[in-house]
């Protein structure tokens, strides 16, 4: 064997460091990649109504200005906003181009069950696709999806104790646009849960909180 022929041992340590220079140059690639991604769609999140302007303010609500927890009404807002189950899954998209996270994962971890579930019924009450005939139809799947909403506030729990989350049951109640309608979520919770939902509104509110709380159905057409 010749002064120049490597040895097994020698090839095998500049195969390995050939393997970690290739690694580390494709893991400093992709970050760059990662990064000149997420840097052009921080660029449109200055329009406002835009979707990656929604994804921004869904982050925003987890990381809630340094404070512990997440602003969930800021959260729940946001998710009201976006128009329909097509540009959330937009949303989606843009969060993880944003932040290289998976943004339902993140709810997950964020929001305590009842939370999440009323944010999914959120979505679940959207249509498809926004078009001109899908906003103004409510029907059934609307009507379940504001059902679940009041229950999930009904079940939500701050620590170890029980108690309701009034800011999602007058979200509801300013969304439902007639007494007729409101009529009808009743029947389908009933139906849902085999509970009236007045009782469980006067169980659920204090009797301080229970009559504005009506008030807001009364005062519909």
Do not use: C
């Not at 329909?84 to 971890?109: A, I």
């Not at 249509?127 to 999930?152: C, E, F, H, M």
């Not at 007729?180 to 009743?186: D, F, I, K, S, T």
């Amino acid at each position: 064997m010749g002064k120049d022929a490597l040895t097994t041992r020698e090839k095998i340590q500049y195969s390995l460091i050939g393997i970690v220079v290739l690694g580390g140059a494709f893991i400093i690639g992709r970050k760059v990649v990662l990064n000149n991604r997420a840097n052009n769609e921080e660029q449109k999140t200055f329009e406002s109504g835009s979707i990656p302007a929604f994804a921004k303010q869904i982050k925003m609500a987890f990381e809630n200005d340094g404070w512990w927890g997440t602003d969930v009404e800021a959260l729940r807002d946001t998710i009201r906003s976006i128009p329909s189950k097509e540009d959330f899954v937009k949303v989606m998209n843009s969060y993880s181009r944003l932040y290289n996270r998976t943004m339902m994962r993140d709810m997950q971890d964020e929001l305590q069950t009842t939370e999440y579930n009323e944010l999914l019924a959120i979505i679940a009450g959207k249509p498809d696709t926004l078009n001109s005939s899908s906003s103004a139809v409510i029907g059934p799947t609307q009507y379940l999806a504001w059902a679940q909403r009041l229950k999930a506030a009904f079940d939500i729990h701050y620590g170890l104790f029980p108690g309701t989350d009034e800011s999602a049951v007058k979200a509801v109640f300013i969304e439902i646009p007639s007494k007729a309608v409101y009529q009808q979520v009743a029947a389908i919770y009933r139906q849902t849960y085999g509970n009236d939902l007045e009782s469980d509104l006067r169980s659920e509110l204090e009797f301080w909180e229970y009559d504005p709380m009506m008030s807001i159905i009364r005062s519909k057409p």
